[in-house]
């Protein structure tokens, strides 16, 4: 059952067709993990602890920085120099004080990633390198968990839902690591928190059971257009490292 407060804070959104209290209680027993919590993740993180996710666990390595500031906005600048994962965490626990959130000050690496996923129900992969993507779709897809993977580049964006098992995987469509991705990108803060609001939609979407999750199909966002499509992925790839014998069986 949902409490006064919960019923209270969430009475605008219970309304949602297809959500009601069943929806809220399952975002409410949701731990989700937010890894990069940048211009794309920090938002993106937001929006789920709006909607009610009950834990959030975010992971983002390294300090705030003056370059940082044009789209982190769960940071200020009289934080420069301070944990960014700490920063967000202040900042979410300051919106919502009853929301449990576990900060790890480091990224993904193949020390941390099965540790991470096994504290995660769903995955939200904000991370610009694909190193980390890889290890985060490698884990979850090892642990049969669902993945958001979302990623942006200058005024085009795309979200990718991968549920193991059942769509294809992210090494299934980047068997290797595109030779043209850097780690400086251009970036305005307006592109990277609508890419992550579509990422946290399909989230919140495939945790409560509503609309229709765009399972198997790339969602390219053009902000320079301001077109969004959708674009169907070729069916999972039975020779896929990571998810081959999951599609074999
Ligand atoms: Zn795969």
């Known amino acids: 059952m949902l409490s006064d407060t919960d019923r209270a804070t969430y009475e605008w959104q219970l309304d949602v067709p297809g959500l009601g209290e069943d929806g809220q209680l399952k975002l409410g027993a949701t731990t989700a993990l937010v890894s990069r919590v940048g211009g794309l993740g920090g938002p ?20 705030l920085q003056e370059s940082d500031l044009n789209r982190q906005t769960l940071m200020s600048r009289d934080w420069l120099g301070r944990s960014r994962v700490e920063c967000a965490a202040e900042t979410i626990a300051r919106f919502k004080p009853e929301i449990e959130v576990v900060a790890v000050n480091e990224n993904f690496n193949d020390g941390n990633a099965a540790e991470l996923v096994e504290m995660a129900d769903i995955v939200f992969d904000c991370a610009p390198l694909f190193e980390e993507r890889f290890l985060m779709n490698r884990e979850c897809v090892k642990s049969g968990k669902p993945m958001i993977d979302s990623a942006m580049y200058s005024l085009q964006g795309q979200v990718m839902v991968i549920v193991p098992g059942k769509t294809p995987c992210l090494s299934c469509i980047y068997p290797e690591v595109p030779g043209h991705w850097r780690r400086r990108f251009p970036v305005i803060g307006a592109v990277s928190s609508m890419v992550a609001q579509v ?35 070729s069916p999972r790839d039975h020779d896929c490292d990571v998810c081959g014998e999951l599609a074999r069986r």
Do not use: F, P, Y
């Open 44 to 63: 993106l993180a937001m929006s789920l602890v709006a909607a009610g996710v009950g834990r959030i666990v975010l992971v983002h390595g390294g300090e």
């Open 199 to 233: 990422g946290a939609l399909e989230g919140i979407k495939l945790i409560c059971g509503i609309g229709e999750v765009s399972l198997g199909d790339l969602i390219m966002i053009d902000a320079g257009r301001m077109e969004l499509e959708k674009v169907k992925l």
